[in-house]
């Protein structure tokens, strides 16, 4: 799991704007883009060209309220 304070200065680098700690902390996910990054062993990857895009059933799984999505 990442840091708290980590969490609270990380961005999107495409976007500037603040990412969703997702499917049990191993994704930070951009909903405004649809784009989720992977966390490898502990590491943010967060890399535009590494960024995968979301289907509209996993948008609606890592949008939905309360766990696992929290706001970042």
Request: hydrophobic fraction near 40%; charged fraction near 30%; glycine fraction near 6%.
């Amino acid at each position: 799991m990442l840091d708290e304070k980590l969490l609270d200065i990380l961005v999107c680098p495409a976007d500037q704007g603040p990412l969703l700690l997702v499917d049990d902390g191993q994704v930070l996910y951009n909903p405004r883009l649809r784009r989720a990054y992977r966390i490898e062993d502990g590491i943010p990857v967060l890399l535009v060209d590494q960024a995968r895009d979301v289907s509209d059933d996993e948008h609606a799984r890592f949008t939905a309220p309360g766990p696992p999505a929290a706001p970042r």
